[in-house]
């Protein structure tokens, strides 16, 4: 990008999608992938106005397989919400719009590893001297210290170390857990970190360095298991599952999960499969005795599934017992819950025309919330914000 930097009196083209509780918070999103990008959408859903800085080849993740023939489903579904500008922040030309971006900026947010940020002149405590108010996130794999630091992470290469894999496969047969979960929680992590500093901010008037990764939050969404007591060996089964009669079940078409671990939904679901004699048997009336019994549980309870299908039992069921049949995720577009909730939303892109997608996931009862945008082309409003810190894209030069 080549730019000349001069007042202008252009006004950016750029609905004004800003209401919400973090309406007028400015984030710079110069993460790539799922956790950081996913962490400044949840921020956007916010009613902040996010910024995607993407270099001129784009987030890698427009690249990633997609069956949709010009866009990354991936990517869309990552960053729905933002604005998106190219900056080579390899250029001088570049890094000096960053910086009239930073000036106005309320957050700052990167994946990049620990070493990168003073190379690209945009470290923190440099930034910080711009401007003493800006919060600045940097999500790493492991963490900014240690002997792991400038080590790249990714979700499932986290999953695979903290326990998380070894756990859903048979003894020695791990399986990852697909879906991006270690991504998620840490965007998650990132979103409600961000806003923790922005509410300090408000009482200080300073900003800070806020430090969020991948290891930590693998270990989080861990935290029932991950406890270890002095007196206990290290061969210790340490996962809280039941067991037993909560998990997946064939039935006789499709699986339902079941849950009933309280004695009324135990009690509920005996009399409904027709095996009311497990209930009032006193061998299986705590979890832990129903988890000790299961070889002897399972297979009655199973035979009496075979009756109907996930469906049926569903609605057999009803509120007695908490279940689901297991369902594709296209099952989800049109489900009437997903629906009352308001949790679809209807997007236009350019390139991959009308689509459904999430709407924002959470709700604020006083605070009215604007229309969502998709999620941008690369570089679709770069002349736009760039004009509005005053640089006019010399066009002729790019």
């Known amino acids: ?45 916010q009613g902040a106005e996010v910024i995607k800085v993407e270099p001129p080849q784009g987030d890698n993740l427009r690249n990633y397989p997609s069956t949709l023939p010009q866009e990354s489903r991936a990517f869309l579904g990552v960053n729905r919400g933002k604005l998106g500008i190219v900056l080579d922040l390899k250029t001088q030309a570049g890094h000096d719009a960053l910086m009239k971006l930073v000036d106005q900026a309320d957050v700052l947010v990167h994946n990049f590893r620990p070493a990168v940020p003073a190379k690209l002149g945009i470290a923190y405590d440099s930034l910080r001297e711009r401007n003493p108010r800006l919060i600045y996130c940097a999500l790493t794999g492991y963490g900014d210290t240690g002997p792991m ?35 998620y929680y840490a965007a998650s992590m990132l979103a409600a970190s961000v806003a923790s500093a922005l509410y300090a901010r408000e009482r200080t008037g300073h900003g800070q360095y806020v430090g969020v990764s991948l290891l930590a939050s693998a270990l989080a969404m861990q935290s029932a298991r991950f406890v270890w007591a002095d007196s206990e060996p290290r061969e210790r089964f340490r996962d809280m599952r039941s067991g037993g009669i909560t998990g997946l079940h064939p039935t006789g ?47 009655v309870l199973r035979d009496a599934l075979r009756a109907h299908s996930a469906k049926e ?86």
């Open 253 to 299: 078409e499709g699986s339902i999960y079941l849950s009933a671990n309280t004695p009324h939904f135990w009690a509920a679901l005996c009399e409904l499969i027709g095996r009311p004699q497990l209930a009032a048997d006193p061998r299986f009336d705590t979890v832990r005795k129903r988890a000790e019994h299961a070889d002897e549980i399972v297979p």
């Open 149 to 183: 630091r400038d080590k790249a992470g990714y979700d499932q290469v986290l999953q695979s170390m903290s326990g998380i894999c070894s756990l859903q496969g048979a003894p020695g047969d791990a399986e990852i857990v697909y879906g991006s979960v270690v991504d």
């Open 313 to 398: 039992w569903e609605q057999i069921f009803g509120e007695q017992v908490p279940c689901s049949a297991a369902r594709d995720i296209e099952d989800m577009f049109d489900h009437p819950q997903v629906l009352a909730q308001g949790l679809v939303e209807t997007y236009r892109h350019d390139n991959a025309g009308p689509y459904r997608g999430l709407a924002r996931p959470f709700r604020f009862g006083a605070v009215p919330l604007a229309a969502q945008r998709a999620a941008p082309r690369l570089g679709e409003h770069t002349e736009e914000v760039l004009a509005s810190v005053g640089i006019v894209v010399d066009k002729d030069a790019e």
């Open 1 to 45: 990008m080549t730019s000349s930097s001069h007042e202008s009196a252009a006004t950016p083209a750029i609905a004004d999608h800003s209401a919400g509780p973090l309406a007028g918070i400015k984030v710079l999103d110069l993460s790539a992938y799922i956790a950081g990008p996913y962490g400044c959408t949840l921020l956007a859903d």
